[in-house]
């Protein structure tokens, strides 16, 4: 497995890094995510979020909590396509199978 050995650099200073914390906060949380599948709206709503129409605003601290339960890798095709334009990187030998994350 490859490992990056160099040295990490900070591109955005602590300022810039609060600005982009704000401006996401806000995007969810003011203007929302509007989605065309109905179901989505109705399990955002289900969820607790508020919910205009086709458009969720979403609570700031709910999208952390959903996104801290991703995996950190993961292998192989996502279970929700089959299309084989989706690169597949699992391998029927497990020695070429590649990992992401």
Excluded: H
Aim: proline share 8%; net charge positive.
């Amino acid at each position: 497995m490859f490992r990056n050995t160099m040295p990490r650099y900070e591109i955005l200073s602590a300022d810039a890094v609060a600005v982009l914390d704000r401006g996401w906060r806000r995007i969810v949380s003011e203007i929302g995510v509007q989605f065309a599948k109905p179901e989505a709206v109705e399990l955002f709503r289900k969820a607790g979020q508020q919910v205009d129409g086709d458009v969720v605003k979403f609570d700031p601290e709910f999208v952390l909590e959903q996104a801290a339960k991703a995996p950190r890798e993961f292998a192989g095709t996502p279970p929700w396509t089959t299309s084989t334009a989706w690169p597949c990187w699992r391998s029927r030998s497990p020695s070429w199978t590649r990992r992401a994350g």
